[in-house]
């Protein structure tokens, strides 16, 4: 169950973009979804501000605040959870301007795909559900015990040796923490 919307755009603190109404012709990090830049050039219209944001789509999106930090981009869509949380233990500032503060309500998360041939008969039907359910459950657990969840997460990540961060049992509870 999604509660917040986790999302949020980014520039540096130091940048001279101060007012979202100043994103307009920055160089938007992206990942060519157009969703993204449809709400960041309302967001722009919003604040009072007139063009656009210049897509830029890098060939790998390492890491935000690196692509931030070199000026390849001037802002990104980043999740707060994770980017944010990771850019303020590496010491970079971060400048936040919220889709919904902006007048743009935005609340897509993570989204699940299926194929068609899996939803065609009950039995995938049922598999996709009983999976959302299962997957609500644990997000409902790690809500009312963050600690438990955050062990448990950076243990199977260190195992799995899937990210320093989620690695990173404080990291995880900071996560959790802002939901």
Known sequence: TCHVDISTVAVLESSKITKVELLAGAKYGSCGYPLEVACLNSMIRNGGGEGKVKEVCPPLRVNTE????????????????????????????LREFRPAECGVPFAYMNTVCVTRALVE??????????????????????????????????????????????????????????F
């Not at 692509?67 to 010491?91: F, Q």
């Not at 438990?148 to 990291?171: T, V």
């Open 121 to 178: 008969d009950r039995a995938g039907q049922d598999l996709v559900q009983r999976f959302l359910r299962a997957a609500g459950k644990g997000a409902e657990w790690a809500a009312v015990r963050p600690e438990e969840a955050s062990a448990l997460m950076a243990r199977m990540a260190g195992e799995e040796l899937l990210s320093r961060d989620l690695a990173d049992a404080a990291f995880n509870e900071k996560s959790l923490r802002l």
């Open 66 to 93: 690196t692509l931030l930090k070199s000026g390849d981009v001037d802002c990104a869509w980043v999740y707060r959870t994770w980017e944010v949380l990771r850019a303020e233990a590496e010491g970079v500032a």
